[in-house]
C-alpha cells in the first residue's frame, strides 16, 4: 500500500500527517492483485473458526487490506465484531418496510473509533511512539485512550471543558489519559493538535490514514455479513467526516477486488446546527466553518477536517447529504431504544434522516436499507434522562410507588393489560 495525498495524489512519508506539497490529508492507495476475491472469501471463512485474537477482530480479519503491520504485535480489543440487528419499529417510524442497524457502539469502548484506533495506536506503538493525543468530542478521547493504556503510551486529549457527555469523560479518565479541557469547542481543539509536530507526538484525529484504514473495515464487517449483498442506501452520521470517507473507500475497494457488483448509495445525515458539509452539498463551492451547535454533541463539529475525502466518496457512490433538527434526532434515539437496540444519540440522525429522506421520496419504502449507529446507547445517559423528563413523544418515567400494596396493584394492572393485548 502506497501512502499519498488524497487531494494532490503526491507521495507522502509515514513521518508527515499532511501534504508537504499542498497540506491535504493522507491516504493509502491499495497495491495491485495483493489477493482475489476468492482467496479472501475462503480466508475469512477459515478465520471464522479460529480463536487467535487477530482472526476475531473485525479489523484485523482483513489485514490483507490494511497497511502493512508487524501482526504479531497488534493492539487489539477484539474490536468490530460487531452485529446487524433488524429493527421493526424503526423501520415503521421511518416508513421503510424493513431496517437494519450496523451497531458499531458494540465495539470494546462503546463506539466505531475503536475499529480505526486499533490501527492508529498499533502504529504509533510499532513507530516508537510515547505519547499519543486527539481532540475529541468525547468518543474518539475514551477509545484511543483504551488503545494507548493497552499499547503502554501515555494518552492525551484535548476536549472541550463543558458540553459533552459526562460518561465519556469518566470513561477517559478511567482508562487513565490525560485529559485536557479546553475553554473553546471542538473545532478550536482540533486546529490545536494539528499544529503539533506528529514525530514528537502521535495524532490520531481522522486526519490520521490509518485510523480511516480501520473503519474501512466497518464495510466489510457490514459486507461480509450480509453475504456480499449490497444493501441500496447506507445511511450514517456525519460530523468531522472521517467516517464517511471510511466508509466509502471501503466499500470501493470491496467493489474493485470484485467482492461487490455495485456500490451502495451513501446518505450522510447532519445535525441541522452543526450542518457545513449538507449546506455544501447543496450550494457547491467550498466547505463554510459554522459555529456548531446541537443537543447530539459527539457531533457538534463546525469544520469538518475530512470534508473533501468525504464529498468525493458521496459522489462517487450517488449519495446524498442532508440535515436534521435536534428534536427529530432525540425521538429517532428513542424509537432505536424501543426497538430493544438503543444508541446515543449522534448515531440517532441515521434513523431521523432516512424518515426525511423517505418523505422526500428520495427513499423508497422497499429499498433495503442499512443504518450506522455509531455510539452505545450508555454513552450519554443524561441525554435519555432529560428526553424522558420532558413531554417528549416517545417519554417514559419511573413510577415511585407508595407501599407493597401499591406495587403489587401496579404489578397487576401491567399484567392485565398485556393478557388482554
Ligand atoms: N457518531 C458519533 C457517536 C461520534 O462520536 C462521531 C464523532 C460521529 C458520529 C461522527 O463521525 O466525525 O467521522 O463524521 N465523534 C468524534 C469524537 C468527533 O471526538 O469522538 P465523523
Known amino acids: 500500500m502506497e501512502l499519498g495525498c488524497s487531494d494532490c495524489g503526491i507521495p507522502a512519508s509515514d513521518e508527515a500527517l499532511f501534504c508537504a506539497a499542498c497540506g491535504g490529508l493522507l491516504a493509502f492507495e491499495p497495491g495491485a492483485g495483493v489477493i482475489g476475491a476468492a482467496a479472501l472469501r475462503a480466508l475469512l471463512r477459515e478465520r471464522r473458526a479460529s480463536n487467535e485474537h487477530r482472526d476475531r477482530s473485525g479489523v484485523w480479519r482483513y489485514r490483507e487490506l490494511l497497511p502493512a503491520l508487524d501482526p504479531e504485535r497488534i493492539v487489539t480489543l477484539r474490536e468490530n ?24 457502539g458494540m465495539n470494546p469502548t462503546g463506539s466505531f473509533k475503536d475499529a480505526g484506533m486499533t490501527v492508529a495506536l498499533t502504529h504509533a506503538a510499532q513507530t516508537g511512539a510515547r505519547v499519543a493525543i486527539c481532540a475529541s468530542t468525547g468518543n474518539t478521547a475514551a477509545s484511543m ?6 499499547a503502554g503510551i501515555q494518552a492525551v486529549v484535548l476536549v472541550p471543558s463543558t458540553g459533552i457527555s459526562e460518561s465519556k469523560v469518566a470513561q ?14 471542538f473545532d478550536a481543539a482540533l486546529a490545536t493538535v494539528r499544529e503539533l509536530d506528529p514525530r514528537r507526538v502521535a495524532i490520531v484525529n481522522s486526519v490520521n490514514p490509518y485510523r480511516i484504514e480501520g473503519q474501512k473495515t466497518a464495510a466489510f464487517v457490514l459486507l461480509e455479513q450480509r453475504a456480499w449483498r449490497v444493501p441500496d442506501w447506507l445511511v450514517l452520521p456525519g460530523g468531522n ?20 457488483d455495485r456500490l451502495p448509495r451513501i446518505a450522510v445525515v447532519q445535525a441541522a446546527g452543526a450542518a457545513p458539509f449538507a449546506r455544501l452539498f447543496a450550494a457547491g463551492g467550498d466547505m463554510i466553518p459554522v459555529k456548531a451547535q446541537t443537543t447530539a454533541t459527539a457531533i457538534k463539529i463546525g469544520a469538518p477536517a475530512s470534508w473533501k475525502k468525504a464529498l468525493r466518496e458521496v459522489r462517487a457512490a450517488n449519495g446524498t447529504v442532508i440535515a436534521v433538527d435536534d428534536a427529530a434526532i432525540a425521538d429517532a434515539r428513542a424509537v432505536i431504544g424501543r426497538d430493544g437496540i438503543g444508541c446515543e444519540p449522534a448515531s440517532a440522525a441515521s434513523l431521523a434522516g432516512v424518515k426525511a429522506l423517505v418523505a422526500d421520496g428520495v427513499i423508497r419504502a422497499s429499498d433495503d436499507v442499512v443504518l450506522v449507529l455509531t455510539g452505545h446507547v450508555l454513552k ?42
Do not use: M, Q, W
Not at 485512550?145 to 493497552?150: E, G, M, Q, S, T
Open 380 to 421: 450519554d445517559t443524561a441525554y435519555a434522562a432529560a428526553y424522558h423528563a420532558a413531554p417528549s413523544a416517545f417519554a417514559n418515567t419511573i413510577v415511585h410507588t407508595r407501599d407493597r400494596a401499591d406495587l403489587l396493584a401496579r404489578i397487576d394492572e401491567l399484567a392485565t393489560a398485556r393478557a388482554g393485548a
Open 81 to 104: 465484531d460487531v452485529p446487524l440487528y433488524g429493527g421493526r419499529g424503526g423501520a415503521a417510524y421511518a416508513g421503510l418496510d424493513d431496517v437494519a442497524y450496523l451497531h458499531l
Open 241 to 260: 467526516l472521517g467516517n464517511t470517507s471510511a466508509f466509502g473507500k471501503g466499500f470501493r475497494e470491496a467493489l474493485a477486488l470484485g467482492l461487490i
Open 172 to 185: 477517559t479518565l478511567d482508562y487513565g489519559a490525560a485529559v485536557l479541557g479546553i475553554p473553546g469547542d
Open 145 to 150: 485512550a483504551a488503545y494507548a493504556a493497552r
